[in-house]
């Protein structure tokens, strides 16, 4: 693996840690009622690539998972404090990596947004709260 363009993961509690390249296929974010339930919020933020592409680091044993039913989901999270963590699909084809886990955001933009006609009502007050109320800029980088 080619660690010049790689980028590092975690969990919250730090026992588990990981690397991926920063080549992601695809950046999508998916509101349907699945992901809602996995994120505990409006839509997950995934990324896809291929499984040859991420290296453990630490605590792969601390991983617990759950295959979804019906579906190519599989869910892949720290047994200490619940972080969501990437996945192989069942079928073995792709890795999803939860973009939240990252130390940084892939260099591919976000290029899907599936599942929107499910969004739940209460995010669409979010965003219109967010144009009306948060005037605060992101602190350069
Ligand atoms: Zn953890
Ligand atoms: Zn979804």
Not at 10 to 32: E, H, P, S, T
Not at 67 to 72: H, L
Request: hydrophobic share 35%; net charge neutral; charged share 20%.
């Amino acid at each position: 693996m080619d660690l010049t363009n790689d980028i590092n993961g975690q969990c919250i509690c730090g026992a588990v840690r990981y690397r991926v390249q920063d080549n992601m296929a695809a950046f999508k974010l998916c509101y349907c009622s699945l992901c809602q339930k996995a994120s505990g919020s409006a839509h997950v933020a995934n990324a896809f690539t291929t499984p040859d592409q991420i290296k453990w680091l630490q605590g792969k044993d601390m991983l617990t998972s759950f295959d979804v039913p019906n579906s190519q989901v599989r869910r892949v999270f720290c047994r200490v404090c619940g972080t969501t963590l990437p996945f192989e699909t069942q079928n073995g084809k792709f890795l999803v990596v939860p973009v939240g886990s990252l130390s940084r955001p892939p260099s591919s933009p976000v290029a899907a947004i599936a599942g929107w006609a499910s969004r739940p009502a209460w995010y669409d007050t979010a965003l219109g709260l967010i144009e009306e109320t948060c005037t605060e800029e992101r602190p350069a980088q």
